[in-house]
């Protein structure tokens, strides 16, 4: 991927914002990247996580989608969450990668959070919340967002989602360039 993308493994590793040396060893087979480098080192190549471990989709034009027609993208955000509490469900609308733009339904039970540990990655993020509350922290940054409320981040600053109520939260947002 780095070869086709036309990098040197260091401009990759410039891109990516990791050391030169963990991309050799990665393509050496003398390491394997934690989740938080491997999401870095393909921000840096412009792949998302979903482009990387899932085969090609067949590409679909439509323009309107029925809730069933949404794809669940949960357990691919559990895999790339260190220490995830509650149950978060992450919905997109159509083919992201086409559109450069991901757009999400999520919903949080009571007591989801993203981790400790947060999130980074390359990218633009804004949601506006549609039913409950939730917790945004980027940077130093935290707020309780209600229904109506919204968010607007670069996504390379460390960031985290919990909702600290005691019913579920939904939130609509959107991501470019995608992220999962």
Known sequence: MRQAASFSQRQLAEAS???????????????????????????????????????????????????????????????????????????QIGDAKAHNLQILYERYEPGADTGEQMLEHVSHEGGVVIAGEIEVTVGDEICVLKAGDSYLFDSQSPHRFRNIGDREAIVVSACTPPYL
């Open 17 to 91: 914002g990791v050391p030169h040396g963990q991309i050799s060893m990665i393509e050496t087979n003398r390491s394997s990247p934690s989740v938080a480098s491997l999401r870095k080192i393909l921000g840096g190549l412009n792949v998302s996580m979903s482009e990387f471990f899932e085969p090609d989709d067949p590409v679909t034009q439509s323009v309107f989608f029925k809730p069933h027609e949404l794809r669940d993208l949960t357990t691919r955000l559990y895999s790339t969450l260190d220490d995830p509490r509650g149950k978060i469900t992450l919905q």
